[in-house]
């Protein structure tokens, strides 16, 4: 099946700096990636949607200056969490689909990369 | 705005007993459904999907749901649970944009 790997899987940072968080597809092409964040006993909340070469579109209430997405070519995406804060922390997992904004598309999704911000 | 309930937030079986997640949805349109699992330590993967056609889909080990488009539900089953099964397990529903709502998710704890 594809494979959608995540770096890093976990990361510490201390407050006020920026972390980057890079989501590729290793064996497809991803036309579409989506950004989530899972609290604990929590469901996955979708941040953004992202299509190679275009702007990401963010779910109410996600900060778009906060969360940059840059998805540059169809295997990359990259999630960069700026002037990180302690509530940032959680659990970010990424997705790849190769049906760009297909609704029976197949999303394959990333380990998730733990963040925790001091 | 499309919605994805799932009443069992913990359920705790012990092997063979036999299993059903309740999802219910709540969308105007055609919808696109999908149970996903998540094993321990591991990342979500497809158990099964419906788009249309027979309501009564098969998934990989030995999982099933049936879509009930009266009741807008799509609840997941199992005959015969195994440890292995211990797992979050996810409904989600798809968009036009393709994109996914997800449940709370379920914990399911099969004891041996």
């Known amino acids: 099946g594809a494979v959608v790997s995540q770096h890093p899987s976990r990361v510490i940072c201390k407050s006020g700096t920026s972390v980057k968080i890079e989501c590729r597809s290793l064996?497809?092409?991803?036309?579409?990636m989506f950004w989530y964040r899972q609290f604990p006993k929590k469901s996955l909340m979708l941040m953004a949607t992202?299509?190679?070469?275009?702007?990401?579109?963010?779910e109410q209430g996600v900060e778009k200056d906060k969360f940059l997405i840059n998805h540059a070519s169809l295997t990359l995406s990259t999630l960069t969490v700026t002037s990180a804060h302690p509530e940032d922390s959680s659990f970010y997992i990424c997705?790849?689909?190769?049906?760009?904004?297909?609704?029976?598309?197949?999303?394959?999704f990333g380990p998730g990369t733990r963040l925790t911000v001091t | 705005a499309q919605s994805v309930s799932q009443h069992n937030h913990h359920v705790i079986l012990s092997e063979a007993a036999s299993l059903e997640l309740g999802c219910n949805y709540s969308?105007?349109?055609?919808?696109?459904l999908f149970w996903y699992v998540q094993y321990p330590g591991q990342h979500l993967q497809l158990l099964l999907k419906?788009?249309?056609?027979?309501?009564l889909v098969k998934g990989i080990k030995g999982f099933e749901a049936e879509f009930i488009k009266s009741k807008f539900s799509f609840n997941l089953r199992k005959p015969s649970v195994q440890w292995s099964d211990t797992a979050e397990y996810f409904c989600?529903?798809?968009?036009?944009?393709?994109?996914?709502?997800f449940g709370d998710g379920t914990t399911l704890t099969v004891k041996p």
């Open positions: 992202s299509n190679e070469g275009s702007k990401a579109t963010y």
């Open positions: 997705s790849a689909s190769s049906g760009a904004g297909d609704p029976k598309s197949e999303q394959y």
């Open positions: 419906y788009f249309s056609g027979d309501p």
């Open positions: 989600a529903v798809n968009t036009n944009a393709g994109k996914s709502t």
């Open positions: 064996d497809f092409q991803a036309t579409t």
């Open positions: 969308y105007g349109g055609t919808v696109n």
